[in-house]
């Protein structure tokens, strides 16, 4: 066991530990987590990113945004908080975009590839209503797709991407949305939109077909009730936690010796599986990760860090005070 644990040592001055970052904008994913204690604000203008708008207030529709850092919730835990009033019939989105650049032109990614035209949202309701969440994914020529892959064009609203959420819940969702197309269409499932339509056959609902996944600009985000033609929305507050765009990049960062050696982040690199971690002070986020990169656990705002059953072997801890390599033995 010593020289394994001697082995194990000097590779880890060797190791370079792969990693998926918890915010991050690339050519083919696009991802903010507002839960996490170590997260920036939203991005704004003329920086890769993601950041979110709200629409402008009318006479039946009025709303509020305001990004809420982990700092100020009791539970360390930050969000996006969209609170919407609007009469029956009313559909205004939340708008999430990539930024743009010096040129006002949009940044956009590529969600063309296998497995990359899906967004993953969590969410809180936090009002006292059911709401209906939709997410609209959106090209930089401003083409819309909300539909299902494989959706009936004469009948959109079998196919619509949305998920219902339960007042005072949360919940998450993955939208695919490869092959769909957007519809409109009033409440008796009557196509009201002309300008996309067949002028050969004006009975086909419009649809966008042609969405350039390769160049997404980011998504609307609809919240309504579940019976947004008769039941209005009455002070509902959603808080969007994370959004994910496309597939993470498998490798990301690589850990160098002065990272590795670092000491004041843990009282000692010898530990026993399922232990409880003492720290020399309390630290804001955690991650454990194995020799592939892979995360295996996470904390935050907290002295202590809680192992999970692991096998003996060279293990990482990341935090906000450093990174320390983790030995566990039997």
């Known amino acids: 066991m010593k020289y394994l644990l001697l082995i194990l040592l000097c590779c880890a001055l060797w190791m370079h530990a792969q990693f998926t970052p918890a915010y991050y904008m690339s050519e083919t994913y696009a991802m903010e987590d507002l839960s996490k204690a170590d997260g920036p604000p939203s991005y704004g203008n003329n920086q890769k990113g993601v950041y979110f708008w709200r629409p402008n207030d009318e006479w039946y529709f009025t709303s509020t945004m305001s990004r809420v850092p982990d700092a100020s919730t009791s539970s360390g835990i ?8 609007h009469e029956a019939k009313s559909y205004h989105p939340v708008g999430v975009s990539f930024g743009s650049d010096a040129q006002g032109n949009p940044f956009s990614i590529d969600m063309s590839a296998p497995g990359g035209d899906s967004v993953f949202i969590e969410v809180e309701n936090v009002s006292d209503q059911d709401l209906t969440i939709r997410v609209s994914l959106k090209d930089v020529n401003e083409n819309i797709i909300d539909t299902k892959p494989g959706t009936n064009p004469a009948k959109p609203w079998e196919g619509v991407l949305q998920m219902i959420v339960p007042k005072r819940s949360v919940a998450m969702h993955t939208f695919v949305y490869q092959g769909g197309f957007y519809g409109m269409y009033d409440a008796n499932k009557v196509n009201t939109c002309n300008v996309f339509s067949n002028p050969a056959n004006p009975s ?42 496309g597939n993470p990049p498998p490798v990301v960062t690589n850990l160098h010796e002065a990272e590795v050696n670092t000491s004041y ?66």
């Open 265 to 330: 982040l843990l009282h000692s690199q010898l530990v026993r599986p399922s232990e409880l971690l003492a720290c020399k002070q309390a630290f804001v986020w955690m991650r454990l990760l194995n020799t592939n990169g892979q995360q295996l656990a996470e904390a935050s705002h907290s002295s202590h860090f809680q192992l999970p059953a692991l096998l003996p072997g060279f293990y990482l801890i990341q935090s906000d005070l450093g990174t320390q390599r983790l030995i566990v033995v039997p």
């Open 204 to 245: 086909v609902p419009c649809g966008v077909k042609k969405t350039d996944f390769t160049h997404i600009a980011g998504a609307n985000i609809t919240i309504n009730s579940i019976d947004p033609e008769k039941i209005r929305v009455t002070n509902a507050e959603i808080r969007i936690r994370k959004m994910q765009f």
């Open 78 to 85: 930050g969000y996006i908080s969209f609170v919407s009033d």
